[in-house]
């Protein structure tokens, strides 16, 4: 079985697939196009960004997207198209973009660069994610000499460029007929199933199986972990998995639903939560990383579950069994532990939408503004009712073992005023809750107080005062 | 060419090239990514297999044993290199520990084998294999513990450990006002952007090499002090190197495995350090304790200044020597600086940008402002009432060649509008922002170094400049293309220069911020002998030529360069050599760093809103390559202050963060906009570029510009980098 994708318009085909080598080795070292490069190996730097494009459902239209070449495995190019700075010169013409870089300064060492290239050029023919602000869109690309505002002007310099997608789209039709369905290497196995139907099956009889969405996790386990990794199921493929529905009552959303992609649907939730959204990771992290992977790993510390768990969202899981619907919270058991069965995964999460009065509050604090895991990551909904706290959900990344409720600080608040004195019971018996760690990120002492902090926050910002925690208009010159 | 005299007028006073914002000539191939690295070279070494390193799993000890038998039997494996097969080998003088580790192992992550593999996977993968058993023994890793052990260093790089004028303890003792503090700073990792690489190929008993390194010919010598070999057998090339920041002064692991394996697997050899072995495998910042004593009278005039740092490193290594702007910056007539280094079983400390000043301005510029606010005086005026013309440690027999820190002080502050800042701290808000400014003096040595180059013009009047000086991102390329177009009156498009090889011309090599000035210092010479040729092959005098427009000029005549340079053209070679006005003048690099920053009064977190800096340098030989340089150091300087920290596991031994994820630079999120103001000075004894170095004064005393601005914003002195948000809520006044 062989992987096919599209570059430069041709099919490349790779036919004895280590399912664990990534996209930025086979560039470098199988194709030596070694333009795209190779900073860290684990999503970090962003040097590595490469535009993958893929067809909408229902195949008409085709989106590009920003992602990390390092820590994508080859499996996920199938049917997919490819473009890599060396894409953007023609004839050694450089592309206008390049052109805008190379004048503004925007490449010192160089080792950045091609990356920088492909985050904005991405921008300019409108890619997942084009919408957002240059800043935004280079967020995930790390550079250590020229101070980024050469960077990041070059790419405020550069309008829409046009470019004609449909040779590509008619030769990702083409692929679409023969999709790879896995396969085996050095007796390691691999599956890309394309029905929900026949992944619940390999699930059922591979329970073993490690399911791999976005890669943004696991992708790290082997450049970096060094692991090895017996059966693979890819469910990047999986028919429906993708689909976002939004209606009065909330926003469900399939288990490989993107970030990026759920960024705009979330800020329609609550601008907090857009907000949070836009600093989890870079774009291609984003890109790449799924909303189930962000819940399924069960990381304590990752973004996604604390404002989803205020917020009241609930999560499914499926097996051929049948189907599991739980409060989002019940899935997190312990720390690397999660209620999911052998053979189910996670298939999608269904967020109720806020009532407009509700009081919603959503902080992530970290060490560096952006591309950073959280220190503490806070989400507080609470409903008021003629100056009652009738409803608090409150819920913490960072302060424990895993994601998880503020029960004490929530039962000191519901039933009481809204008022400052509330506030402050509330503060005290969040101190209850949680007996957080030192790490790197913040030590226990400032975890606790930071806690207490953005319960007050909340207060202020519900007194009208201007609680800008990152909208500090930064203009680089 | 020897430069023993101030500069008079010469060619690069004309300054239609030098002096101007010129692109990178490098640019296009950067934007297209077609500019090769070193681990890229497929084009020379088409069948290069690929290293993958192991590293020590312990700090200190031994190896017991070691079993390569598995990781040779795996799929692909050509050769496993260890210290037992790898042949006698020798040291660097340079490298603290050796590159290829055991049975003695000295460091974590200490390199002790290669695996070499027909693909990068295959490599990885059997270098799990390796079995390595360890005798582990106790090793020292807390700076703080080990301090009151250390002991006066040797004199290292020409740099005396202590220094002193005057009487000191007196002359505290008795003053009106006094500061008294200890600052520490961490281990620093220098975190470019592309990991050290080599690409390694014999030809009988002949070794090329490709790699990404600052100082070629130390890289040649140094290599064959390690593999015993005649230096004459060596060829080193790094024409493009991703970013070096002194991680890449030295030979590392990289090269030396790279041509170990390729001779035991018989083929070309690459090998990259992986990124999370970065920290541990190669060299850091090491982190300092620094007490800072400075008495002054009720005006904060300085009259006692006492600078102590102590540091660590392995056996044999050196100081951070942080106190060393301290002999300089400020005058007062009782002195004292000394420097202490305790022996740390950590990976090896060494050079990262602007080595001492960087993290001595972290203290010592804080310490100032803690000076300015206990006299009521402003921290500007503070600064310029202690400017002094001269080496304060010598007398006004050694003045300084150009001293402009006044200047870049009085200028940076108009611009920034320091006026507005509110001397108390904690006054000013912006919704829950606590807003505060700070100032820094930067202040950074010049050193300037023998450098050579070879200039040639062809038939058709291109010129082609050859050195082996590099270019890490600084810009020499185009500097170096600019000063040989304004010596021989052609456009840049006429220059060719071709960097980073070992066959050119010996240079300075890019480091200590000596790269820029000497580097095209030698070009200089290189074109003045050219000029000597090519005006005689003319027919003119050598010393009425004047080169414009492509062509030759004197007595009313006009000749084209390229037919003066005949069909078969003209090349010279020459090196600049420097006499001793760097003993007669002290000289340095000035500047003053301007920082804004809101402080979140709920979180602790920190956010730099503007940054100005002024900075006097001597000939701005390129501005747009000098403020690139300035802008990314200021960057880095923010990252010292805010969130740069190697976090030591004390118990194990090594760097805990090895990684991008955890040893965090500034995002582009981090740094605001950056305003920079160069300030007129040309500096006719450093060379006859009158230039001086810019590379480096951008990150010192940036740090300190934030930390003083954090203060300002909300009250916090942290004393102890780098001032995390947690550290700062810790003293927030409550909300
Ligand atoms: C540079 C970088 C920055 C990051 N920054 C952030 C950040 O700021 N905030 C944050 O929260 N996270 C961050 N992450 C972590 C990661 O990106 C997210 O957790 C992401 O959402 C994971 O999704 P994925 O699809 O990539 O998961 P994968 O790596 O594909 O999988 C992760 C885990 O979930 C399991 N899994 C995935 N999908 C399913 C499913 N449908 N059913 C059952 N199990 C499943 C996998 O088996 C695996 O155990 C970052 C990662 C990187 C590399
Ligand atoms: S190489 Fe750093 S993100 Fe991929
Ligand atoms: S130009 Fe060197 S890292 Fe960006």
Known sequence: MSVRFLLDGEIVEITDVDPTSTILNYLRYRLRRTGTKEGCAEGDCGACTVLLGELDEGAETMRWRSVNACILFLPMLDGKALLTVESLAVDGKLNPLQACMAENGSSQCGFCTPGFVMSLYGRTIGASGHDLPVADVVAGNLCRCTGYGPILAAGDGIGKLSRDDQPTMVALREMAETACAGGVFEDRRWFAPRTPEALAGLLAAHPDARIIAGATDVGLWVTKGLKTIETMVFIGNVAGMKAIVEDEAGVTLGAGVPYADAHAAFSRLHPDLGELVRRIGGLQVRNAGTIGGNIANGSPIGDGPPALIALGAELTLCSTAGRRTMPLENFFLDYGRQDRQPGEYVESLWIPRPAPQDIIHISKLSRRFDSDISAVCGAFALTVENGLIVRARIAFGGMAATPCRASG??????????????????????????????????????????????LWRLWYRAQGEDISVLALESSHG | MKFDQPATLNPIDRGRVIGIAHDRIDGPAKVTGTAPYAYERHDVAPNAAYGWIVGSAIAKGSISAIDTRAAEAAPGVFAVVTHENAGPLGKGEMNTAHLLGGPRIEHFDQALALVVAGTLEQARDAARLVRIDYAREEGQFELAAEKDKAVKPPVSWGTQPDSAAGDFDAGFASAAVKIDRTYTTPDHSHAMMEPHASTAAWLGGRLTLWTSNQMIAWAVKELALTLKMKPEDIHVMSPYIGGGFGSKLFLRADAVLA?????????????????????????????????????ADKNGVIDAIGHEVWSGDLPGGGIESAAMQTRLLYGGKNRMTAHRLAVLDLP??????????AVGLLALEVAMDELAEKCGVDPVELRIRNDVQYDPEVGPKRPFSSRKLIECLRQGADRFGWSKRNPKPGQVRDGHWLVGMGVAAAF????ASKSGARVSVDGKGQVTVETDMTDIGTGSYTIIAQTAAEMLGVAMEAVTVRLGDSKYPVSAGSGGQWGGNSSTAGVYAACMVLRGILAQKAGFNAEDAEFEDGMIKAAGKAIPLKQAAGRDGASAEDKIEFGDLSKRYAQATFGAHFCEVGVDMHTGETRVRRMGGAFAAGRILNPKAARSQVIGAMAMGVGAALMEELTVDTRFGYFVNHDMAEYQVPVHADIPEQDVLFVDELDDKSSPMKAKGVGE????????????????????????YPLTLDKVIRSLPAA
């Open chain 2, 444 to 447: 950074r040595n010049n050193i």
């Open chain 1, 409 to 454: 600080c929530e039962a000191a608040l519901v039933g009481k005023p809204f008022a400052a004195e509330t506030i402050a019971s509330g503060t005290i018996a969040l101190a209850g809750d949680f007996s957080p760690i030192t790490d790197v990120r913040g030590t226990a002492t400032y975890r606790a107080e930071v806690a207490a902090n953005l």
């Open chain 2, 348 to 357: 090896e400390g060494n050079a990262m940008r602007a080595p001492g000043e």
């Open chain 2, 259 to 295: 041509a170990l394996g390729a001779r035991a697997a018989g083929r070309p050899v690459k090998v990259a350090i992986a990124r999370p072995q970065i920290p541990n495998n190669t060299t850091h910042r090491p982190a300092t304790i620094q007490r800072i004593r400075i008495g």
């Open chain 2, 697 to 720: 004064l951008g990150i010192c005393g940036a740090g300190a510009a934030v930390a003083n601005a954090i203060y300002n914003a909300c009250g916090v002195r942290i004393r102890d």
